[in-house]
């Protein structure tokens, strides 16, 4: 049975502490009047520009016009939007407009654009490419595109002589782009791979993939490794803005594709005061790379070991050990996410300031 004067008492003595560990919560979670100088319903009905809301802005292949323009920017205004990102996007059923993607009649609309912004205090931003992903366009080079690992192999019989063209690792045929990395020989034993035993055999290959080499005593598992575009494209881009993802990876091929678009936005905004405030890269949608041109050499820096006899590796074969093998798997892909923070987010970054 219980006491009615003990279970008040405890109930009591649970109410204060309650009240003693969330007073401090309560007091700290208030608002400062040194800070804000407007009540909570007047800044909900006319908030400060700091809390106003942004839109993104989506121009449709071309289906635009100064009229058009300034009919969407009062319309923000008047609602009570404080900012906007200006994409250039297709569709999966496009409609062409009647103006065409970077030409002067696109350019002259884009300032006009940003002007009528500043005329109703809108700021302005832009994606940095057509499309919303990632950061690509036409003027993309191949070779300044998203790059991959790929690699071909056969296996051949010593001792004996070899002179012949080794096949080439697939590439895409549209861009037929291809670059060697190296060439690597191993003897074939057993299901792994003696790091000791694999020989680097690139100085034995020409230009053309032609072999010359007198292949040892016993079976040998001979790898052709390089590297071609991933060919991934911006999308979903306008009609004409389409174009391969730029390089990661390298700062080159990054500031070659800010050069083609962004840095150009920018410039035909120049005249405009306080025209442009921000550059966006929104969602991540160009998929993975696992090469460029200095990786080789990026590798070595940052991990203390040449990746190159290690590449079967990454080709899911196993040299050593398990635990070798994946502890090289790890380096390579602990090096491409430093590459990519470091020489396309963060250079990114700085070429925007």
């Known amino acids: 049975m219980i006491n009615n004067g003990v279970f008040e008492s405890r109930s009591m003595r649970i109410a204060v502490f309650l009240i003693l560990l969330f007073f401090p919560i309560y007091l700290w979670g208030q608002p400062n009047d040194k800070l804000i100088d407007i009540s909570l319903e007047e800044g909900f009905q006319t908030p400060p520009e700091s809390a106003k809301v942004w839109t993104w802005w989506h121009w449709m292949n071309g289906n635009i016009s100064k009229e058009g323009i300034t009919a969407d920017l009062e319309a923000m205004k008047r609602v009570g939007i404080g900012g906007l990102y200006n994409f250039h996007v297709g569709h999966q059923l496009p409609i062409p407009g009647t103006v ?4 002067p009649q696109w350019w002259d609309l884009s300032k006009f654009a940003i002007k009528e912004a500043a005329r109703l205090n809108l700021e302005f931003g832009f994606h940095n490419c057509p499309g919303w992903s990632a950061s690509g366009g036409p003027e993309v080079k191949v070779e300044q595109s998203m790059q991959k690992l790929v690699w071909s192999e056969i296996t051949l019989a010593g001792p004996q002589k070899i002179n012949q063209v080794l096949i080439r690792p697939d590439v895409d045929k549209k861009y037929n782009y291809y ?22 055999i690139s100085e034995k290959m020409n230009s053309e993939g032609k072999l010359e080499w007198e292949i040892p005593a ?23 803005g389409e174009g391969l993802e730029s390089d990661k990876m390298s700062r080159e091929a990054v500031t070659a594709f800010f050069k083609s678009y962004p840095a150009r936005y920018l410039a035909n905004a120049s005249e405009v005061k306080n025209g442009i405030g921000h550059i966006e890269i929104d969602s991540y949608e160009a998929g993975l790379q696992d090469w460029t041109p200095m990786f080789r050499a990026e590798f070595i820096k940052r991990r203390g070991y040449d ?3 290690w590449l079967p590796a990454w080709a899911s074969k196993t040299i050593g050990n398990k635990l070798l093998s994946e502890r090289f798997r790890y380096d390579m892909k602990r090096t491409i996410a430093e590459l990519f923070e470091e020489n396309y987010y963060a250079h990114f970054a700085d070429l925007v300031h």
Request: overall charge positive; charged content about 25%.
């Open 179 to 200: 670059k060697d990395v190296v060439l690597l020989a191993f003897p074939v034993k057993d299901s792994v791979i003696d790091y000791k035993s694999i020989l680097n």
């Open 307 to 309: 990746p190159l006899l």
């Open 218 to 240: 016993g079976k040998w598992k001979i790898m052709r490794f390089g590297h071609t575009t991933t060919g991934k494209k911006n999308a979903p881009a306008p009609i004409g």
């Open 100 to 103: 065409d993607f970077m030409s």
